[in-house]
Structure formats: structure tokens, C-alpha cells
């Protein structure tokens, strides 16, 4: 092998962008597989609607988790290694959770599962950094993250198709299956590392690094609106399935997956608002995304099927627009340790998923879908308010 970082023109430039995109796909499908299948929970187990929901958010607490401390481990022990792990542990539970006979049984291996994601997430930018050429990492990082859109969209279909036809059991054994394949692919085709430097900063020391940047007030509110975007995009999304379920649609749950195709224009949104935002500028842009986030949540009221369905494409147009320039604000604003600060953004993203998922719950039990519709669309404008309102006093 070469002795400088690979390029497009590099076979193995290919191998790592194919593994890491391979890998990406399967770690969101794993992720989000069960948001669609919350009312089979329900009916299956006994459990509440927000007692289903913590299928999706305790896998998302595991993934936090995960990503502080494998993060940790992966500066210190190398990438390809949690990489690989990540995979492995993500695979097993799903051979294991339809032999569940109980809810908390299934919500434990769902807390393993998110602990092992993080493997991927933790330590695969930072393997694409050390190993391709700069010139030639934003490729690799487009298609890495392409796939975590692709991976999160397939994931919800695959389940509530597979459940629609035969149960939900069947759906999470040929997760297992495509994923031991995927495991196998990874295996085979992902490179050592050729470049990676072990870290001699001690755990303290990058616990400091976090904690300084909570010091920051710009990267508060960064922080903060990343919470705000999943929180309501997260809430609308897990709902969903409840609401169409019912009178005046009551579709079947294979047609309810079918709602998450909606996700593909996150593979469009993301790389057209860097785009536009070389142009007219990020908060421009960002500000944008938020108010067609808004709208396209507001537009689920309607009781017309297809007027539903256009609001669920918008939304997730102005949620990947949003959340892409939201993430790419947190390297602007710190000179060092850009890694715990991105990290510590990731944090928060999945912190929104977890509250959105479960917390929004009362919201569903109160007022119903139009209660819940209200909140998800209103909070991320006030928080942007909020946020204008404050920076107005602070240059005063």
C-alpha cells in the first residue's frame, strides 16, 4: 500500500468510501427500523404510545452514551476496530430481540444496539480525515453521510413493509441477515490504518475540552437549536404512524412505511443548502430551512391524503437544509478541539431525538396530532426569535 493519503484515483479510496457507506446505511436503518412499527408495540406488548416510543429513544440514549465514550476509545485505540465492532454489535440484537418475551427485554437489547451504534458514527469521520486526501475527503464525507439519509429512510420502509406482510419479528431477522452481509463486505474490504496517532491526552483533559465549550454562548445556541430541529422533526415523524392508523385515513401499516420515502430529499436538501449558502450565506439559508420546516410540518393538518404527504416531503426539505448548515456553523465558531465541539453537536442532535420520540408524547395523549402538529412547528421559529432577540441585545 501507499505511503500518502489516497485519492479518487486510488482503489483504496474506493474501498473505504464503499465500506464506510455500506456501514452508514446499515447503522441508520438498525436506528430508526423501529419508529414506524410503535403501534404494532402498542397492540403487541400492552404498553402506552409513549411506553413504545422508548424503543427509539433508549437506543438513542445507548448512542449517546456510546459516542462520548467510544469516541474517547477510538482516539486512543484506532477506527477501524469500532468500526467493525459497531457493525457486529448492531447485528446481534436484532437476531435476539423477536425471541423477546417481554417489552423491557426488547428495550434493553434496544439500549445495547444504540450503545454499539456509536461505534460507527464515534470514530468514521475522523478515519476519513486520517486516510484521504483533503482534496478528496468531502467526496467520502458526502457519500458517507448520503448514506446515513438512505440508511435511516430504507430501515422505516424495510420494517413496515416486512411486518404489513408477514410480523415484525420476520422484518428484524432480515435486518440481522443483510447485516451479517454488510458485516462480511466491511470485513473484507476496509484498509487498515495507516495514519492514525494515538492520543496522549488523558480522559480529564478531553472531559476539559467539553466542558470549555459549553462555556461558549454562540455554541450554546447551536447546540441548543440542534435540540430544537430534531426535537420537532423527531416528534412529527414518530407520531406519524399513530395518527394515520386512524379515521380519516386508516392506511395500513405497509402504506404508513411507505410515508418515509419522504426522507430522500435529504440526499438533495443537504448538499443544495451548501451550496446556497456559498452564495447568499448560512444563516440566510439555515433561516430558510427552518420556516420550510415549519410550513411543511403545518401542512401534516390537512386531512387530504396527498396535501399530507407534499407537508412530509417540504419537512424534511427544510429539516436536512437546517440541520446540515446548523452542524457545519459548530467548526466556525472554535479555533481547537473541533472534535469534541462536532462531537458534542452530535450529542445534542440525538438528545432532540430522544426527547422528541418520548417526550412529545403528552403532547399526543393531550391535544392529538393537531396539539402535537402545533408544537413542532412553532418551536423552532420562537427559538430562532429568541435567538435574534439576543444577539440584538448583545451587539447593543
Not at 71 to 77: A, E, Q, V
Not at 96 to 104: A, G, M
Request: one cysteine or more; a positive charge.
Amino acid at each position: 500500500m501507499q505511503n500518502r493519503s489516497y485519492t479518487m484515483h486510488d482503489l483504496y479510496f474506493w474501498r473505504i468510501t464503499l465500506s464506510l457507506a455500506l456501514a452508514s446505511f446499515f447503522v441508520f436503518a438498525s436506528m430508526y427500523a423501529v419508529q414506524p412499527l410503535l403501534p404494532v408495540f402498542v397492540k403487541e406488548f400492552g404498553v402506552t404510545v409513549s411506553g413504545s416510543s422508548l424503543a427509539l429513544s433508549l437506543t438513542i440514549i445507548g448512542l449517546i452514551i456510546g459516542l462520548i465514550v467510544l469516541g474517547f476509545l477510538s482516539d486512543r485505540n484506532g477506527r477501524t476496530m469500532f468500526i467493525k465492532l459497531s457493525l457486529v454489535g448492531s447485528v446481534i440484537p436484532f437476531f435476539l430481540i423477536p425471541l423477546s418475551d417481554t417489552f423491557f427485554l426488547l428495550l434493553v437489547l434496544r439500549f445495547v444496539q444504540g450503545f454499539a451504534l456509536a461505534g460507527l458514527p464515534a470514530a468514521s469521520l475522523a478515519y476519513l480525515s486520517e486516510e484521504i486526501d483533503r482534496r478528496s475527503v468531502q467526496v467520502a464525507t458526502a457519500l458517507y453521510i448520503s448514506s446515513n439519509a438512505l440508511g435511516g429512510m430504507a430501515g422505516r420502509v424495510l420494517t413496515g413493509y416486512l411486518t404489513d406482510h408477514y410480523s415484525w419479528e420476520m422484518s428484524f431477522y432480515v435486518l440481522a441477515v443483510m447485516g451479517a452481509v454488510i458485516l462480511a463486505a466491511v470485513l473484507f474490504m476496509l484498509p487498515r490504518s495507516r495514519f492514525f496517532e494515538p492520543s496522549e491526552l488523558t480522559f480529564s483533559n478531553d472531559i476539559k475540552a467539553f466542558l470549555f465549550h459549553l462555556k461558549n454562548p454562540v455554541l450554546l445556541l447551536i447546540f441548543g437549536l440542534g435540540v430544537i430541529l430534531q426535537f420537532s422533526f423527531t416528534g412529527m415523524w414518530t407520531y406519524l404512524p399513530f395518527y394515520l392508523e386512524g379515521p380519516p385515513f386508516s392506511l395500513s401499516l405497509k402504506t404508513i412505511s411507505y410515508m418515509f420515502f419522504a426522507y430522500g430529499l435529504g440526499v438533495i436538501g443537504s448538499p443544495a443548502a451548501g451550496w446556497l449558502a456559498s452564495r447568499i450565506g448560512l444563516r440566510k439559508v439555515r433561516l430558510a430551512g427552518i420556516i420550510v420546516l415549519s410550513c411543511g410540518i403545518l401542512m401534516t393538518l390537512s386531512g387530504v391524503l396527498w396535501l399530507l404527504i407534499t407537508g412530509l416531503c417540504v419537512a424534511c426539505l427544510g429539516f436536512f437544509t437546517a440541520h446540515s448548515l446548523t452542524a457545519a456553523s459548530v467548526s466556525d465558531q472554535v479555533s481547537h478541539h473541533k472534535g469534541s465541539a462536532s462531537s458534542l453537536y452530535l450529542v445534542s442532535y440525538y438528545v432532540g431525538v430522544s426527547l422528541g420520540s418520548t417526550a412529545m408524547g403528552p403532547a399526543w395523549s393531550l391535544f392529538g396530532w393537531t396539539g402535537l402538529v402545533l408544537l413542532a412547528a412553532i418551536l423552532p421559529v420562537i427559538f430562532i426569535i429568541l435567538v435574534q432577540k439576543q444577539r440584538k441585545v448583545s451587539n447593543s
